[in-house]
């Protein structure tokens, strides 16, 4: 399978606790973009990368959250100090920029986290 | 008021049936137009992209896009139970690459 994973696909932790998930994107894509959905709702942007660099982050994405592509390729999210209202459907995506050319955004499965 | 606004249903009809799902959104900067299927506890799935206004078919699948009223609409025809799931609007535009989604219609198909 050739598309987004995402793993772990599910995570329960304590509040307090430190989370990290993890994002490998379709291979030659050099976007990749991080949401949080919650139940009943779209996804709502996070951030997003081209390559290595961090280009946007959402004011949703409070100093406890990071994020990181170190090689442009895999990134990593981590939540520090969780708390309920953390838990969400933490959703990665890809895409290909393409010059003159469209950007369309490909999802991986979803990392669903519950902060008891 | 929310930037994209979608009934969230459900919406039930009998198999066979056309389907017809909306978005209306308020920022005329939006130029991309998209349509993801997402099955319970499972990420979204691209359906349909459009640039600018105009229709796209694909298979039992076509999008319209009136950009001079602000709103989106996905057809699908001859309905199946498979069809059953939520489906999101997602609306971009230039200068960012972050996509504004709805909240999603639920769509049940019955047998």
């Known amino acids: 399978d050739t598309g987004v994973s995402q793993d772990p696909r599910h995570k329960i932790t304590k509040r307090g606790q430190n989370v990290t998930f993890r994002c490998d994107p379709i291979s030659e894509h050099n976007r990749l973009y991080w949401y949080r959905q919650t139940l009943g709702q779209g996804p709502e942007f996070l951030t997003y990368?081209?390559?290595?660099?961090?280009?946007?982050k959402s004011r949703l994405l409070s100093d406890r959250f990071s994020a990181e592509r170190p090689k442009g390729s895999f990134s990593t999210l981590e939540i520090q100090r969780t708390e309920q209202g953390d838990s969400a459907m933490y959703l990665c995506a890809s895409s290909l920029s393409l010059a003159g050319g469209t950007d369309t955004q490909y999802f991986g499965p979803g990392t669903r986290l519950t902060v008891l | 008021q929310k930037e994209v606004e979608q009934d969230p249903g459900p919406l039930s009809v009998p198999e066979g049936a056309i389907v017809s799902l909306n978005c209306t959104y308020s920022n005329s900067a939006f130029q991309y137009f998209m349509w993801y299927r997402q099955y319970s506890r499972k990420g979204p799935e691209l359906l349909m992209y459009?640039?600018?206004?105009g229709n796209k078919e694909d298979g039992r699948f076509t999008a319209q896009v009136d950009k001079s009223s602000k709103y989106i609409s996905l057809f699908i025809r001859d309905s199946q139970p498979s069809d059953s799931a939520t489906y999101l609007c997602?609306?971009?535009?230039?200068?960012?690459?972050?996509?504004?989604f709805g909240t999603g219609t639920r769509l049940k198909v019955l047998a």
């Open positions: 990368f081209q390559n290595e660099a961090q280009l946007e």
């Open positions: 997602a609306l971009g535009s230039s200068g960012t690459y972050k996509y504004i």
């Open positions: 459009t640039y600018s206004s």
